[in-house]
């Protein structure tokens, strides 16, 4: 379904384009180069979905080159065919995204340095783990005027703080990264149901501008927010609530203790965010990134059903056994994240601050039954969250 | 279970309470009385729980007399029996709460007027139809120093704008009210669930914190917010949202519709309330009364439930009809908040403002097809919520 929304121009792009408001104008060959050309670095389930959603307006606005370039992470598959020929035949990533089409301007490219060398805006779509190595590769081999997107969700919490995904991209490669998160699930996004995204950006409202063109489409409305730090944190510390709300599911507690849960949650992302980043928005919260994906997250979403699976089992069976049995090889991004949280709170004496985000922690290590998820997680608040 | 949370004293009334913070200490025939004594006006499902909750707090704190006076509306049963000698019987209400004591200490009465003529402290908990005539019965007839609480739900919304149960109670008796909302399904709190719920209170602070100690339990844990039309609001307009959620779920739509969906209606609840009452705070969307009751809302609940069944059938079966088939004779607050909502802003010329709330009155009386939920109710937001 692909509701007409007037807010967002189809095919008007004479309207809301000017030339200034692409990133830069000038190529790597210095020819003055008034189109952005866009390279997608990551290419599994979101990767790819968000590809065909770029491709799709890439060929439709006038400040973008029709190429979408992919990098692919090369496989052989089972037919011995390598991915990236198939994706390039068929426009499809039959490996993460099967059956639907990435659009025939969607180029999968296995060599990282070849597919961002002309690109000046980057999104970055791979998981977490992987961004500190490709980062590396990258010094020196993206143009400097590029600018980049970060759509991972999941950072590097460290013992000093949390290490954001955006900030380790800005830092290595010396380029300017916003982010985009919301409560979007990339199975529904590929089949054009509606669902919303947040961008968050540094200072540079057209740079921001430019990111909502790319990708926004009639069935994914995407809302500019001046508030990196905020909006990727949201990104991020929502896995840990939804490993609290499948704690509840998994103990059969009805719907008001979820939903207590899930405020509690909500409230700790906001204090834990404005905590480390005082110039965090609390507006933001009510972004399609901060309680939209508190939602979209606690109702499906993997770490809320191995997070159920683990209560149902009293936390007998280890998350790992879980995963291992439930997710065929996929890692869970919330328990790892409520251990880096859990760190950084010990750290700074804050623990007792976060019953919430400190119990899920303690739960998933096995320190307390999935039942301290109710018994510990609600104090009378102690932090002025406004 | 019954959890033990640190900050809710079970038995510490030396600790906690002291004579100035009851609400008044001279009863009507002139003598000191140091104790409050509680009525409980209403004794549907949602009153019988309330008197649960108070009655097994009135035993424990000094501050309150044991009995608790809850008002019935005399019903026959099919037994012959009368309801309220049932229930002082077996202190059980076999009607609207059956299986579940209410404690010896709550006494049914049929007699409105005798029943609030010694409390001080009056807890309303009817249907918001029938308040208006029990306010007029009772002019006159409670005590001058009485404080009030309404736990009611939905509201008159008239054309010059919305006429507040508290305000409503408020004018008609002569005396202060506070209200009390939340992400509260009686039935689960009935069976000691986990829960929370928000006192919403005018600028006295001490009486916020009796009604707090009167209603909190290990399992139900109450905060005071001073913001009582941003509480009584959020209580009412929630249930235009749920039935925006049922459309979509009866659309099938996936979670991140209905995600955006009810971050929207979260937004316009926002907008609406801060609208018409400039003091409401941001603040008050997330406690329990906010984002936990919309959530609470749109997961279960029965307006939730009646528009899925709308939306399943293409709008072609009216509400009424589905309310008769599958609530057994309740009425859905939602419906008629809605068109009440749509009176207001039809009348403010705000219609535009509030793309969800006017749609989901358009779809309820079939001027619009239930999948304009999604294609009428997203447009860039034009208020400014923060």
């Known amino acids: ?29 210095g020819q003055v180069d008034y189109k952005s050309r866009v390279t997608v670095v990551g290419s599994g389930n979101w990767g790819s979905v968000a590809a065909k959603l770029i491709a799709s307006n890439t060929l439709k606005l006038y400040s973008f080159h029709d190429e979408v370039r992919m990098w692919v992470f090369e496989e052989t598959l089972q037919s011995g065919e390598k991915l990236t020929d198939v994706i390039n035949r068929i426009n499809e990533n039959v490996k993460y995204l099967p059956g639907i089409k990435l659009g025939k301007n969607v180029i999968a490219d296995p060599d990282l340095e070849n597919a961002v060398k002309d690109a000046n805006m980057l999104v970055f779509v791979t998981p977490h783990q992987f961004m500190e190595g490709i980062c590396k590769r990258l010094v020196g081999k993206v143009r400097e005027d ?75 409305l995407v809302t500019p927010v001046q508030d990196v730090e905020g909006v990727e944190l949201c990104g991020t510390l929502k896995n840990v609530v939804a490993i609290a709300a499948g704690f509840v599911d998994g103990l059969d ?14 409230r700790e992302m906001i204090a834990f965010s404005k ?29 809320r059903k191995v997070a159920e699976a683990f209560a149902k089992n009293g936390g007998k069976r280890s998350f790992d056994e879980l995963e291992a049995e439930m997710l065929q090889g996929q890692k869970l991004q919330g328990v790892s994240t409520a251990r880096e949280v859990y760190e950084v709170l010990s750290h700074r004496g804050w623990l007792e601050l976060f019953p919430l985000f400190s119990t899920v922690h303690e739960i998933c290590v096995g320190r307390l039954p ?9 104090q009378k608040p102690k932090l002025p969250v406004f």
Request: net charge negative.
């Open 253 to 266: 507690m009805g719907n008001n203790t979820k939903a207590a849960i899930m405020r509690i949650g909500l």
């Open 146 to 220: 590029a600018e980049a997107i970060s759509l991972i969700k999941g950072m590097e919490v460290k013992m000093e703080g949390p290490c954001m995904i955006s900030t380790l991209i800005s830092e290595h490669l010396g380029i300017n990264c916003s982010v985009l998160m919301g409560a979007n699930i990339a199975n529904e996004i590929a089949v054009e149901k509606f669902s919303e995204a947040t961008v968050g950006y540094r200072d540079k409202r057209e740079i921001a501008e430019q990111w909502v063109r790319l990708f926004s489409t009639p069935y994914f």
């Open 275 to 303: 905590l480390l980043f005082p110039s965090v928005r609390d507006s933001t919260f009510f972004e399609s990134c901060g309680v939209a994906d508190v939602i979209t997250t606690c109702l499906g979403g993997r770490n």
């Open 370 to 378: 999935p039942s301290a998820i109710v018994e510990h997680s609600e």
């Open 1 to 29: 379904m692909a509701p007409a929304f007037e807010q967002i121009p189809e095919d008007t792009e004479t309207q809301t384009e000017t030339p200034h408001s692409a990133p830069n104008t000038v190529n790597n060959d």
